[in-house]
């Protein structure tokens, strides 16, 4: 069983905010395969479906960033998902707008959801899967930055990049995620 998370806030006030693009992704794979996040548990939205032999987890976190973890594991745990058949999806301050990177495991680099998995799951080795949203501009906060919405310019980068990184998790429905690193990085 495999887990793909998409890390954001809820609620119409950060719909597509620079926070969300966890949140983007999987409605992006959502809306390809025809699938509806109708279930409401664990503190989450999401959709239980078979991809083949492989049953496959989309999650939306309804927690607030900061507690993504809260809703990861729970679910986790119920359906015995291990943290390397997990991949989350979310924003990077550092990496340039619209840049995906694909990494296995690390640190949270100063994210609090990322930090907030970490802690509930008890382990740093489950897949990432980041989209950069640069970092501020000079006299902008962060909290003020990561909650803005995106200029038209970097609109475009990030629908990109959306794409690529739906695309990305598609195939992790499949393959294994060193894999989809070698071929999506």
Not at 57 to 82: F, H, R, W
Not at 84 to 100: A, N, R
Not at 146 to 171: M, N, P, Q, W, Y
Request: with cysteine.
């Amino acid at each position: 069983m495999k887990l793909i998370v998409g890390l954001g806030n809820p609620g119409r006030k950060y719909k597509d905010t620079r926070h969300n693009v966890g949140f983007m992704v999987i409605d992006e794979l959502a809306k390809r395969k025809g699938w509806g996040l109708n279930k409401k548990k664990f503190q989450g939205h999401f959709a239980y479906e078979v991809i083949g032999t492989d049953k496959v987890i989309l999650l939306e976190p309804q927690t607030y960033m900061n507690l993504s973890g809260d809703s990861v594991k729970p679910l986790a745990d119920y359906y015995s998902i291990a943290p390397e058949d997990i991949v989350v999806v979310y924003d990077d301050l550092d990496l340039p707008t619209g840049k995906v990177r694909l990494r296995q495991n690390g640190g949270h680099g100063g994210h609090n959801g990322i930090r907030s998995m970490i802690d509930q799951l008890g382990t740093k080795n489950f897949n990432r899967i980041r989209i950069g949203i640069d970092r501020p501009k000079e006299g902008l906060t962060v909290t003020d930055h990561v909650l803005g919405r995106f200029t038209k310019t970097e609109r475009a980068l990030i629908d990109e990049s959306v794409e690529h990184a739906a695309t990305a998790c598609d195939a992790f429905m499949i393959e294994e995620f060193q894999s989809v690193m070698n071929k999506f990085n």
